[in-house]
């Protein structure tokens, strides 16, 4: 069993910044391969961002690419989701998700996930 707690959003203005943080329990969160995800109100969710186990591999959305950046310490069992240059179409919850068994692309666990809100 894995538990997934992100923290860090909140409100923030257009251009403004935030830091997502995922911290995960388990002694094996370095074999995972990490992501994070978003649902807006009325929308489906969509992906994010993933890093590899080692996070030497990274992959984004195109609506994020050049202003979010996803790292890892392996260390603190903790991803993170550095977000700049926030726009409206960016507020969403934000899940972190883990899958186990790399590199399947599926997902067995799930953050609660933590509100990210951008006014204009």
């Known amino acids: 069993q894995v538990q997934l707690v992100e923290s860090g959003g909140g409100l923030v203005q257009a251009g403004g910044s935030l830091r997502l943080s995922c911290a995960a329990s388990?002694?094996?969160?370095?074999?995972?391969?990490m992501g994070w995800f978003r649902q807006a109100p009325g929308k489906e969710r969509e992906f994010v961002a993933l890093i590899s186990w080692s996070g030497g591999s990274t992959v984004y959305a195109d609506s994020v690419k050049g202003r979010f950046t996803i790292s890892r310490d392996n260390a603190k069992n903790t991803v993170y989701l550095q977000m700049n240059s926030l726009k409206p179409e960016d507020t969403a919850v934000y899940y972190c998700a883990a899958d186990t068994v790399p590199p399947r692309g599926v997902y067995d666990y799930w953050g609660q996930g933590t509100q990210v809100t951008v006014s204009s």
């Open positions: 388990g002694r094996t969160f370095s074999t995972y391969a």
